[in-house]
T-cell receptor, first 112, second 112 residues
Framework: SQTIHQWPATLVQPVGSPLSLECTVE??????LYWYRQAAGRGLQLLFY??????ISSEVPQNLSASRPQDRQFILSSKKLLLSDSGFYLC???????????FGPGTRLTVL | GENVEQHPSTLSVQEGDSAVIKCTYS??????FPWYKQELGKGPQLIID?????GEKKDQRIAVTLNKTAKHFSLHITETQPEDSAVYFC???????????FGQGTTLQVKP
């Protein structure tokens, strides 16, 4: 069966520091991968999605970037964090032919 | 682009009663409509979905209905239990893109 992992689970970072969040998927190949951000009490906002290695589409202009160095690895990064980057970051995957998206456990990021 | 509106934002019911959450979407080309349940501090879990070639789908105590003409779909939970308490999200997407657009969420509280 397929599983999706995210780490770290929680992170507290000062403003201006760099960020690297990692997401990996097991049990499938060539998945579509997604990064979402969820602000407190709000819905999910799609940040990036990837249909293959090195292929990244950005949905909103922002302080963040994404990379996909391997087929089942998706990384969310920032060079300098802002207070507004705080939130719950969720990674998701879907099969290449279907729309069902399955979410990871999330990373709670607090920028102070 | 697609826009999804979800109502109500909060819903409180007595255990054993039914709960209904409604969503409307704007893009008539959308053809996939999932529902997610999110418990506190966890990633969203896919609980049921429906495609535009189907009007209704049921899985035990939960069901989803779709009205393509009116561009709205609903989640129905019967015989609610305290463990149904969570935030529920609807979403819509088109199979060409695979990108999900989420509603703002409904906080469901089931009182014992």
């Amino acid at each position: 069966s397929q599983t999706i992992h995210q780490w770290p689970a929680t992170l507290v970072q000062p403003v201006g520091s760099p960020l690297s969040l990692e997401c990996t998927v097991e049990g499938t190949s060539n998945p579509n991968l997604y990064w979402y951000r969820q602000a407190a009490g709000r819905g999910l906002q799609l940040l990036f999605y990837s249909v293959g290695i090195g292929q990244i589409s950005s949905e909103v202009p922002q302080n963040l970037s994404a990379s996909r160095p391997q087929d089942r690895q998706f990384i969310l990064s920032s060079k300098k964090l802002l207070l507004s980057d705080s939130g719950f970051y969720l990674c998701a995957w879907s099969g290449s032919r279907f729309n069902e998206q399955f979410f990871g456990p999330g990373t709670r990021l607090t920028v102070l | 682009g697609e826009n999804v509106e979800q109502h109500p934002s909060t819903l409180s019911v007595q255990e054993g009663d039914s709960a209904v959450i409604k969503c409307t979407y704007s893009d008539s080309a959308s053809n996939y409509f999932p529902w997610y349940k999110q418990e506190l501090g966890k990633g969203p879990q896919l609980i049921i979905d429906i495609r535009s070639n189907v009007g209704e789908k049921k899985d035990q105590r939960i069901a989803v209905t779709l009205n393509k003409t009116a561009k709205h779909f609903s989640l129905h939970i019967t015989e609610t239990q305290p463990e149904d308490s969570a935030v529920y999200f609807c979403a819509a997407s088109h199979s060409n893109t695979g990108k999900l657009i989420f509603g703002q969420g409904t906080t469901l509280q089931v009182k014992p």
